[in-house]
């Protein structure tokens, strides 16, 4: 299993060749301890790599040293963050240098995707066609240009890419009725998943609680109703006693695990290279998540690494955090603007019309109150009947435009209209 804190070692000396410059290495360097100032423990050094628990900066060719040892390597993320996807690729970038023997996973697409992902590493498929063929609008929904570089970085180097991800009509249908309710014949191949220790449960309930407050009336458990009016540990006491929380619990974990599966079967099939996993931070902090259910699967030889903005507080509270984290600025990102139209929803297409699986923070969707189990019937006076036909109207709207929506919640038929942002100026 895996044990925390793990940290990245401080070498007394180090000699290596290496030098990254995104993807390419030359020269021998000796490195020295770093210095250590504890006087300050905040993650404040943009470009730097830090320990979690105090803040010190660590050498960054040691880091890579280090990594390139491992069996798998997790790769944080928060989707919307250029930032977070250029310190992924840089981060590829620099192990590849070191273990040109590489594979690459991405929660970003589902199982059902993998023949795209072989065609374009093996550079059988243009840019275009590697989106519409693996999907992506549908699947995943944020901006590809963030991914793209990575992307890029493989076809270049031919480095393999795999689908971590199922689709998301199975995490859906297990938050509605329940690990146990689904066929086995209906579960993608997911083997049932480790239970979540305590510190995850109290987490998700944490995330549980936020849902419920952004969409008021949507839980169907009367005791969370209940503690609305008590203090937060009291809500959350109540929230994990209920039946929906724990169908919700199920669902992450389902995700996790066959996150995790997907990594550990690149692994055995390719056992001399290093295994890179690209998803989102929650699925790997504190240990939850992908690397508690690789440890269940065998695998504890893990790095979890994640990106975090400059001024984070580091200290025992973070301590366990990530092996290591990255400091990067967020004020690089700050007037990031869409492309294109983009509602910010996940979607998946049902009998009753396009359900939304999940709605994406400070999105056009969450700006006109859409959430999550919302059936949308109709958009621009056009009956909607699958994920396409929501996809074709969203990407004919103008800046500045209102698309009317119908959709349908519970028993209940409304109409929002969603207003979409008066430029697509930048990459989001």
């Known amino acids: 299993m895996m044990k925390y804190p793990r940290r990245i070692s401080r070498p007394v000396l180090t000699v290596f060749c290496f030098a990254i410059t995104l993807g390419t290495a030359a020269g021998c360097v000796a490195t020295m301890e770093s210095k250590v100032n504890l006087a300050k423990p905040a993650c404040s050094n943009t470009g730097q790599w830090h320990d979690p628990a105090t803040g010190q900066v660590l050498d960054a060719r040691q880091v890579f040293a280090e990594l390139a040892d491992k069996d798998i390597v997790l790769l944080g993320e928060r989707h919307t963050s250029r930032e977070d996807h250029l310190w992924q690729t840089q981060t590829i970038a620099g192990l590849h ?13 589902p199982r059902s995707v993998q023949p795209a992902l072989d065609a374009w590493s093996n550079g059988a498929l243009s840019r275009t066609e590697f989106l519409e063929e693996s999907r992506w609008s549908e699947v995943w929904g944020y901006g590809a240009e963030f991914y793209m570089p990575m992307f890029d970085h493989a076809r270049l180097n031919r480095i393999p890419m795999v689908a971590l991800n199922v689709d998301r009509s199975l995490i859906s249908k297990v938050g509605r009725e329940g690990w146990a309710s689904i066929p ?84 055995r099939e390719n056992p001399d290279a290093l295994v890179i996993g690209v998803m989102g931070r929650g699925h790997i902090e504190y240990g939850h998540g992908v690397p508690h259910q690789l440890a269940a699967l065998g695998f504890d030889n893990v790095a979890v690494l994640i990106p975090v903005d400059a001024g984070t507080v580091c200290n025992a509270d973070t301590a366990t955090l990530a092996d290591a984290v990255f400091v990067v600025d967020p004020a690089a990102q700050a007037d990031v603007k869409p492309t294109k139209p983009r509602l910010g929803v996940v979607i998946e297409t049902t009998a009753k019309g396009v359900r939304i699986l999940r709605v994406a923070d400070d999105s056009v969707a969450s700006e006109a109150a859409l959430a999550a189990g919302d059936i949308i019937v109709g958009a621009a006076g056009k009956i909607i009947k699958e994920n396409a036909d929501l996809l074709s109207v969203i990407e004919r709207q103008a800046p500045g ?28």
């Open 184 to 267: 086995e014949k209906d579960r993608e191949g997911v083997s049932t998943p480790a239970a979540a220790p305590q510190s995850y449960r109290e987490a998700l309930a944490r995330v549980f609680l936020s849902k419920m407050q952004h969409s008021p009336g949507k839980s169907s458990g009367a005791s969370v109703d209940d503690a609305n009016a008590l203090g937060t540990e009291a809500k959350l006491e109540s929230i994990m006693a209920s039946e929906p929380y724990g169908r919700f619990v199920q669902a992450q974990l389902t995700w996790d695990r066959a996150m995790a599966e997907g990594l550990a079967s690149a692994k």
């Open 401 to 428: 435009t209102w698309l009317p929506l119908s959709i349908r919640r519970g028993d209940e038929g409304l109409d929002i209209v969603a207003k979409f942002p008066t430029s697509f100026e930048a990459a989001q």
């Open 97 to 109: 240098a070191l273990k040109p023997n590489m594979v690459a996973g991405f929660e970003m697409f």
